[in-house]
């Protein structure tokens, strides 16, 4: 890896906005800016801009909240983070945003230093209005900051077809030949499979018995709520193992609690680890699952899906927004079909629940298949989704709106 220090003084400067940088990473977003600033290095020089504490990586700065907004709204927090990150961006050729947490950051940063804002969309606020659970009259404010950046940005960047769509959707004002599609990456020679179990022992993980595997955070949108009602009727022998942690809100939090207790207490067989585990832990687990779970009711792209396939795993996920575009039906994978209101619930969900208990039985009691299904996700990753092609679309496009200014 090359660090800003090291490009040539011509190179491009281009400056990534994001709340979540490692090591403080707990979602797709963060694992997206880790590997395309790591890759954007060999072409450009590269600043990264984030929220939290100090980072000692070179061309890193960190924000911390302002101290005169402590015990505000989280939404108006962030906003005071994001105008402390736009003065920071003086000097830069292009501000790159990723999630309405830096949004704001971006559109001022553009205004105040007459530079093109590029937007990644990883997610969108109209898509999620249980995040006014979260936020509460901050929810207006999130929305707020994502639609005024989109409808100004030199170029939006949707992680997927499906994203695409829902952005053309939400802001019909956005000229469709400004949203482009590039999908998120993988790297996999870090997500491989590891077939040492270390680590499943340590944390109480049985390394021979068929496992059923979630790994995300405890929000309405990962959909982890399902997934237990679904492991009801699973094998008795199936181990369900929960990499899952830091809830939305208290609400969704007591839900799991209470559902992943019910299961406890009537059937066993469950491991839920609250804590982030370490990437090398993570593929560990990853790799002896016999099925990965995205019972996801809202998902943009899943990178997750794609560290699971990287590692051999085969995915059951919900067919909606872009994971179609990861998970290949019958071959890496199997993808639930379910109608979907307006903010992502199953219009069914018994027969929801039901489709992914039959779904994720299908491939527990035949792991053979579901062998095949992960050596094939693995390819898929290989081919179709490396960063080194994912950094030269985004280097296009970064090349296109400075050609515009």
């Excluded at 093109?116 to 006014?132: C, D, F, G, I, Q």
């Excluded at 005024?148 to 949707?158: G, H, K, L, P, Q």
């Amino acid at each position: 890896m090359t660090d800003s220090s090291s490009t040539a003084s011509s190179a491009l400067r281009v400056d990534l906005l994001t709340r979540e940088y490692p090591p403080e990473v707990y979602g797709g977003a963060g694992v997206h800016v880790e590997y395309l600033a790591r890759e954007l290095r060999y072409h450009a020089d590269v600043r990264v801009h984030c929220f939290g504490a100090p980072r000692t990586e070179p061309g890193v700065t960190a924000y911390a909240e302002p101290a005169d907004l402590t015990g505000a709204n989280a939404a108006l927090r962030t906003m005071g983070v994001d105008l402390a990150m736009a003065a920071g961006c003086a000097g830069s050729d292009v501000v790159h945003t990723h999630t309405w947490y830096a949004n704001l950051a971006g559109h001022v940063a553009k205004l105040l230093h007459g530079v093109p804002h590029v937007v990644t969309t990883h997610s969108l606020e109209p898509l999620r209005p249980w995040k006014a659970e979260q936020l509460g009259g901050g929810y207006a404010l999130s929305s707020w900051c994502e639609r005024t950046a989109i409808e100004s940005a030199d170029a939006v960047i949707a992680v997927s077809a499906g994203m695409r769509r829902d952005v053309l959707t939400a802001y019909p004002s956005v000229d469709p030949a400004r949203v482009h599609v590039v999908h998120n990456g993988i790297d996999t020679t870090q997500y491989a499979p590891d077939p040492n179990t270390d680590v499943l022992r340590r944390r109480g993980i049985d390394p021979d018995a068929p496992t059923v595997l979630f790994l995300g955070r405890i929000t309405r949108q990962k959909g982890l709520p399902y997934l237990l009602r679904a492991a009801r009727s699973l094998p008795a022998d199936v181990q369900l193992v929960l990499l899952a942690g830091a809830p939305d809100t208290p609400e969704i939090g007591a839900e799991v609690q209470a559902l992943a207790e019910e299961l406890h207490a009537t059937r066993g067989n469950v491991v839920w680890i609250q804590e982030m585990l370490p990437k090398h832990e993570a593929i560990q687990v990853l790799t002896h699952a016999t099925v990965f779970v995205c019972p996801s009711i809202y998902e943009p792209m899943g990178i997750v899906n794609l560290e699971a396939m990287a590692c051999e795993t085969a995915v059951v996920a919900t067919a909606t927004g872009g994971i179609p575009e990861v998970v290949a039906d019958g071959e890496t994978g199997l993808l639930i079909s379910t109608e979907q209101a307006a903010d992502g619930t199953p219009l069914d969900p018994e027969r929801f629940v039901a489709d992914l208990a039959a779904a994720i039985t299908e491939l527990v009691t035949d792991p053979q298949r579901a062998a095949e299904l992960g050596r094939a996700g693995r390819r898929r990753a290989i081919e179709h989704f490396s960063w080194t092609a994912i950094t030269e679309q985004t280097m296009q496009i970064y090349r296109s709106v400075r050609s515009v200014m």
